[in-house]
């Protein structure tokens, strides 16, 4: 592709006083290349340019980019461990003063070992997140075994791709979230892609994607909203909330009963076609368009573009995943491809958008409850022996799997767990069903948070233990291809604040586990010791240095050994994870969401981003530039909707749930379907549209329906906002 004479230009634009640190952005999936501009005089960050050179982003950048490295010398930083006394405080702001490293460490060690001496090791639980280097991720992991010593262990990506993982475990085998790199995109013939608002979520992939339309190829969009993408998209399949798997069986149909499955492909290389076939027979375009609310012309039309099309990609998000059956609709859509031999070739495969930066590398090396470094099994005896070796504990030693991060705060609200640390998620925020899961949080016994910036979940914490930004730190994360790269060391830690890596080793010795953990002396150390362990599992990285990394401009997973380049692309021998060496084709019959609108609750309501902010926004409502663009939630409501409710364009409303409730300021649109709403979930306190939401969780993967729930708005009478 074409470089972008405009950013080649700024490339060349050097200034004297300052030193270019090659890295890449501290949010999304897409890990756009960047470099951040240090002053050499003060050494601290000032700014930012895009890498031309960067292959998957080619020198584009989003809002959040550009202004990423605002958060590193933020006023708000926590520049020293903050300690409460007054537990009464819990939920609020206030009561917290500075302490020492000493001082927090040594109560962390006393107030955890008095929770594991009166309750046994499980009382205490660690709940992180994937905005970390996998060295962090992957010393969490080990920290929570082997410091910790307790089972209950996971993470934000329950909440984000678990989903996707669950789908691609159970078709391929394997679970890496693309099947080829981001740079087939544009070469391909067909995108369909369901359930993702790529415009705003992974913006720098679309150059790539209207380069499929410049080239004559195609651009099928499932969404119940007509989002940036939708607008331009050849077909919009405009679904109802919640039923993509009656959508996905029903292009499955048309694609059998019209010719395009790929016979020798599907013997050879596949289980499961016919009974699957028996399955979506009865998934008409009629019958298919009764459950969507797509017309049946559209539903045709998408078949025949996909069946044409020579080389394809099935692409999908958050859409389709936060869903109580995210698994099957994720199996469901990879059907297509598999039903079609549409994979295993360049510029043909399947890809889900992974949304944190390192949300691929993050889900591999140990914070899942169930998994240890290298996409391994807990449950597995050879798993166990071999990471038990590089930890340096016995097997026996190893605690069993744990619960998922929903269930997590039902155990601390039944006060099976007692004790928590949390770093690198905001889940006050971001979880479902939050009068529950905030009111689980206060009945902890001892909460520790580590945050660089004081979120709304660090108001229930005993102890705040300052972190470092993204840029004073270095580490390697996996992008949304399974790309690993190098983030670098842009500037020293401000204040206080230390690595979470470092917190962990300092705080194991605290906890008698030096023996384990002391020999971690440097960011280098902790990769070292993870690729080691990663070794001999799917997700091997073994053969990944930080030098070869620099070299290749990244290595994709697996990588063996040293003079492995890495496996940009899966599957070309048509060879899948299973035992047999075949792909699943799965027959997975519809179910509605698990709360259909009903008289009281006659609207559906779904739940995504802006792209001016990140996830709880933590990060993003600090920085003025993106607050001012986006300073409030808000509810979108169709005209038709609107005029039903006699609400106005601005207006306050009161929407709410079984669940909850919260006020929001309507903003009409004909983007959005007239039965559902759509809020964003970027806000915290009493603006948090999670409030709402349900917490019917997929049975697989455990992953929250935070895509559909059933919901009411009422006009306030003048004067009674919340
Ligand atoms: N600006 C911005 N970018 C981000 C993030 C961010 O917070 N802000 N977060 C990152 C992360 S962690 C993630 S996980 C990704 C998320 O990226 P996406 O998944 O693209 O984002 P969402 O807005 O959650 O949802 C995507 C789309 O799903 C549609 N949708 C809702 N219900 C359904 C349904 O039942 N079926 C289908 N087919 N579609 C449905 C919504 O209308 C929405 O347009 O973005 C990443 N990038
Ligand atoms: N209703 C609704 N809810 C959703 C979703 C939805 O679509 N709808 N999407 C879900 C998804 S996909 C996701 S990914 C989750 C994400 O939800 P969260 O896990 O809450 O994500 P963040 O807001 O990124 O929280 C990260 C926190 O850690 C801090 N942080 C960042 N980097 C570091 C670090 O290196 N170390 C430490 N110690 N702290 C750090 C940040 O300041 C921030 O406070 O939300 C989920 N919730
Ligand atoms: S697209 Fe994602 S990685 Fe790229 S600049 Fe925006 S937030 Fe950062
Ligand atoms: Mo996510």
């Given at each position: 592709m074409q470089k972008d004479k405009f950013f080649r230009d700024i490339e060349n634009v050097k200034h004297p006083n300052e030193e270019l640190v090659k890295t890449h952005c501290s949010y999304c999936g897409m890990q756009c290349g960047m470099n951040l501009r240090v002053d050499k005089s003060t050494n601290k960050i000032i700014g930012v340019e895009p890498r031309y050179d960067w292959p998957v982003t080619l020198g584009k950048m989003c809002p959040k980019g550009v202004t990423a490295y605002q958060q590193t010398n933020h006023d708000d930083r926590i520049l020293k461990p903050l300690i409460r006394d007054d537990a009464s405080l819990k939920g609020t702001k206030e009561g917290f003063r500075e302490a020492s490293w000493d001082e927090a460490y040594d109560l962390i060690a006393k107030k955890f070992g008095e929770l594991q001496e009166n309750y046994g090791k499980d009382s205490l639980s660690v709940f992180s997140g994937v905005s970390m280097t996998n060295e962090k991720c992957y010393l969490t992991g080990k920290f929570a075994r082997?410091?910790?010593?307790?089972?209950y262990i996971d993470y934000n990506g329950r909440f984000c791709m678990s989903s996707a993982a669950g789908g691609f475990l159970r078709t391929f085998g394997v679970d890496r979230g693309s099947t080829l790199p981001w740079t087939d995109l544009h070469e391909t013939d067909c995108l369909f892609i369901a359930g993702s608002n790529t415009a705003e979520c992974h913006p720098t992939s679309m150059f790539r994607i209207w380069a499929v339309q410049e080239r004559g190829g195609y651009l099928i969009i499932a969404d119940p909203r007509e989002t940036p993408i939708a607008r331009r998209a050849d077909v919009h399949l405009d679904l109802r909330p919640g039923t993509d798997l009656a959508l996905a069986n029903g292009i499955l149909n048309l694609l059998i009963q019209n010719g395009y499955a790929d016979e020798s492909f599907v013997n050879q290389h596949t289980n499961g076609f016919e009974e699957t076939k028996e399955l979506v027979k009865d998934f008409t375009p009629e019958y298919t368009s009764m459950i969507t609310g797509v017309a049946v012309e559209k539903i045709e039309k998408a078949a025949e573009i996909y069946g044409k099309a020579p080389n394809a990609i099935v692409m999908f998000a958050?859409?389709?995943?936060?869903?109580?059956k995210g698994v099957d609709n994720v199996s469901a859509y990879t059907n297509m491809a598999l039903v079609t031999g549409k994979i295993g070739r360049p510029k043909a495969g399947v890809a889900t958008f992974t949304g944190q930066g390192n949300g691929q590398g993050g889900r591999e090396h140990g914070q899942k409850s169930d998994l240890l470094p290298g996409y391994r099994k807990i449950t597995n005896p050879e798993a166990v022996k071999a990471v038990s070796k590089v930890w340096g504990i016995e097997p026996e030693e190893m605690p069993k799997p744990g619960v998922s991060a929903y269930e997590m705060f039902e155990l601390m609200d039944n006060k099976t767990i007692r004790g928590l640390y949390l770093l690198c998620s905001n889940p006050a925020v971001s979880a479902p069903n939050l009068n529950f899961v905030r009111g689980a949080l206060k009945k902890l016994d001892f909460m520790v948070c580590g945050d660089f910036f004081l979120s709304e979940s660090a108001e229930y914490a005993d102890v705040i233990l300052p972190s470092v930004s993204w840029s004073e730190d270095e580490g390697t994360v996996t992008n949304l291809e399974g790309r690993i790269i190098k983030i670098n060391k842009a500037q020293e830690p401000i204040g206080e604040s230390k690595p979470d890596w470092l917190m962990q080793v300092e705080l194991a010795e605290r906890l008698g586990k030096g023996k384990n953990f002391s020999h971690l002396k440097t960011a280098k150390d902790v990769a070292d010791e993870f690729r080691l362990a990663t070794k001999g599992g799917n997700a091997d990285y073994y053969g990944a240095t930080w030098d070869k990394i620099d070299e290749q401009d990244g290595v994709f997973w697996p990588c063996k050994d040293k003079d492995d380049k890495g496996t940009p692309h899966m599957f070309l021998d048509k060879k899948f994870y299973h035992p047999d060496g075949k792909a699943k084709i799965c027959a997975l019959p519809y179910r509605p969401p698990a709360e259909e609108p009903c008289e009281k609750y006659p609207l559906r309501l779904t739940t995504g981003r802006v792209v001016y902010h990140y996830l709880s926004g933590n990060q993003t409502r600090r920085i003025q530039f993106l607050n001012d663009m986006c300073p409030d939630p808000y509810v979108e409501v169709h005209p038709i909707t609107a005029a039903k409710y006699d609400i106005k364009h601005d207006e306050f409303i009161l929407l709410y749930t079984r669940r909850g409730k919260a006020n929001y300021k309507v903003k009409i649109t004909e983007a959005i379907r007239e039965d559902t709403v759509f809020v964003p979930y970027h806000f915290g306190h009493d603006e948090s549209i999670n409030l709402l939401t349900i917490a019917a969780l997929d049975p697989m993967s455990k992953m929250p329906e935070f895509k559909a729930c059933a919901a009411q708005i009422d006009k306030l009478k003048s004067g009674s906002v919340l």
């Open positions: 082997v410091a910790l010593g307790t089972r958050r859409g389709i995943e936060q869903q109580q």
